[in-house]
């Protein structure tokens, strides 16, 4: 299973601990960086782990910024991307059995590494439920650009 990383420079220090915790568990990491404190523009990164996955190059994607909200919204405007931030456990799971977010985002001034390594890996265990759910999905793909 491959993964697509980005952060900006508030979300890089938590992106490097997250990127070796999902080396741990056996994902193939493709990091977009950034790679130091520089102030960069998360929307950059946004886009390209959003192509990544909604090219299919990926199978998830994960995004890290001070807040985790930046990050979402920017993620959010590539068609094909459900991103989501979740600072909390039942968020996690919920994201992927009813939304089948695709990309997670967190904020590394809201949230602590260890607690963000438990929701990272509540997300990546979780599958997406289906039935109804699907419904709704197929709803959000019909408002994506050009289709309604
Ligand atoms: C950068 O200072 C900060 O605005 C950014 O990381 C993010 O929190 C935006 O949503």
């Known amino acids: 299973m ?14 490097e601990g997250l ?4 080396m741990d568990r056996g994902w193939d990491v493709e990091d977009f ?4 404190d520089e102030s960069v523009d998360y ?21 890290l910024c001070g807040t985790g909200m930046g990050m979402c919204i ?9 991103a989501v931030t979740a600072h909390d456990l039942m968020s996690a799971r919920l994201s992927r059995q009813h939304n089948d977010a695709n990309v ?8 602590a590494p260890a607690m963000a390594e438990e929701i990272l890996g509540r997300w990546l265990d979780t599958d997406f439920e289906g039935g109804r759910h699907q419904r709704r999905i197929e709803k959000i793909q019909t408002m994506e650009s050009g289709r309604f």
């Open 33 to 36: 960086g950034t790679f130091s």
């Open 2 to 15: 491959r993964i697509a990383v980005g952060a900006d420079h508030a979300g890089w220090p938590l992106k």
């Open 104 to 111: 997670l985002t967190m904020g590394a001034r809201i949230v």
């Open 74 to 82: 920017s993620a959010n405007k590539v068609d094909g991307v459900r």
């Open 19 to 22: 990127v070796r915790f999902l």
């Open 43 to 63: 929307p950059d990164y946004a886009e390209k782990v959003g192509r990544a996955v909604a090219f299919g190059k990926v199978d998830r994607g994960l995004l």
